[in-house]
């Protein structure tokens, strides 16, 4: 029983990666593409892990898995935050249909 | 069971070409390194699934590991990116 739900989860994570690797090779630019990539492959590799934790339960493998969910949450987010703003800076352009640029302001404020 | 998590694994390392063709393809600088970052992600995941297909329990520290240096990897390149030192 702990097997079929966990390769549930795992079968979740898996579409979940796959939708964000389809928007990392379909989507127009940069910051749309990292937009869709991240946060979906994020919550996939989760739903992976996850699934690997109910598999083996409170034994050592198990935790590792649970501990590495954390480890994965923060650091992706803040990495492609960073990666957002370096290459806003850079001066990378938006793709030339997009309709709002906030961050324009904020920087120009900065310096 | 055995042939699901197969067909799991597949599907995952062909997406890590999708990660490949964007860092081969990549029109800017930017690209390459969401490519790069994507595909840190990735092989968490394919390194928690081959946990399960082989059954020796040390690859979860490798998933760990990898987590963290993919982080630190892609701050040091976001950091570049920005025109600064790295010290600053």
């Known amino acids: 029983m702990n097997e079929i739900i966990s390769l549930i989860f ?9 939708f964000g690797c389809l928007g990392l090779i379909r989507l127009p630019d940069v910051y749309n593409r990292l937009q869709a990539a991240t946060k979906s492959v994020t919550l996939g590799t989760w739903s992976i892990l996850f699934g690997v934790f ?14 590495c969910i954390p480890i994965i949450f923060f650091s992706s987010t803040v990495a492609a935050h960073a990666l957002i703003r370096g290459s806003y800076i850079y001066g990378i352009k938006m793709w030339d249909k997009s309709v709002k640029d906030d961050y324009s302001s904020v920087y120009k404020k900065e310096e | ?20 063709y964007r860092i081969i393809r990549g029109p800017s600088v930017a ?30 520290d490798i998933a760990i590991t990898w987590a963290i240096l993919s982080f630190v990897g892609t701050i040091t390149l976001a950091k570049y990116l920005t025109g600064k030192k790295l010290n600053e």
């Open chain 2, 31 to 60: 690209d390459r390194m969401v490519g790069i970052d994507i595909f840190g992600i990735l092989v968490v995941g394919i390194c928690a699934l081959l946990v399960i297909k082989t059954g020796r329990l040390f690859l979860i």
């Open chain 1, 10 to 18: 795992i079968g979740i994570g898996v579409a979940f990666d796959f």
């Open chain 2, 1 to 20: 069971m055995k042939p699901v998590v197969d067909i799991f694994l597949y599907i995952l390392i062909g997406l890590s070409f999708f990660c490949f």
């Open chain 1, 54 to 67: 109910l598999r083996y339960g409170f034994i050592a493998v198990g935790v590792k898995a649970l501990i």
